[in-house]
């Protein structure tokens, strides 16, 4: 069963930057789509941005676009988030995930079927 573990997660003050990364381990995923989605209390879960395993295809989230980045490294079977320009609506539990990509889209967050345990982002002044 594939694993993934976040890391990355603090506190920063508006306008930092910060990458997040994700370890994937127990196999190789029957799934195309590796990301991020992020929630905050009394929210539903948010896909941030995804990326194709095979193709590197990549989704954004209209609030992130233009400041955060989804890379993978294959090779050592990780992804990361970079996310510059970081405004206190970007506060959140991130969640690394793995599913189908549309997964990502719209409110289908039922579609991911593996979930990292969390890291806390918290961007304030």
């Known amino acids: 069963q594939v694993q993934l573990v976040e890391s990355g997660g603090g506190l920063v003050q508006p306008g930092d930057s910060l990458r997040l990364s994700c370890a994937i381990s127990?196999?190789?995923?029957?799934?195309?789509?590796l990301g991020w989605f992020r929630q905050v209390p009394g929210k539903e879960r948010e896909g941030v941005s995804c990326?194709?395993?095979?193709?590197?295809?990549?989704y954004y989230a209209e609030s992130v676009k233009g400041r955060f980045t989804i890379s993978r490294d294959n090779s050592k079977n990780m992804v990361y988030l970079q996310m510059n320009d970081l405004k206190p609506e970007d506060t959140a539990v991130y969640y690394c995930a793995g599913g189908p990509r549309m997964a990502w889209y719209g409110g289908t967050s039922y579609l991911v079927r593996s979930w990292g345990q969390g890291t806390q982002v918290t961007v304030s002044s």
């Open positions: 127990g196999g190789t995923p029957d799934y195309d789509g």
């Open positions: 990326i194709g395993i095979s193709n590197g295809n990549t």
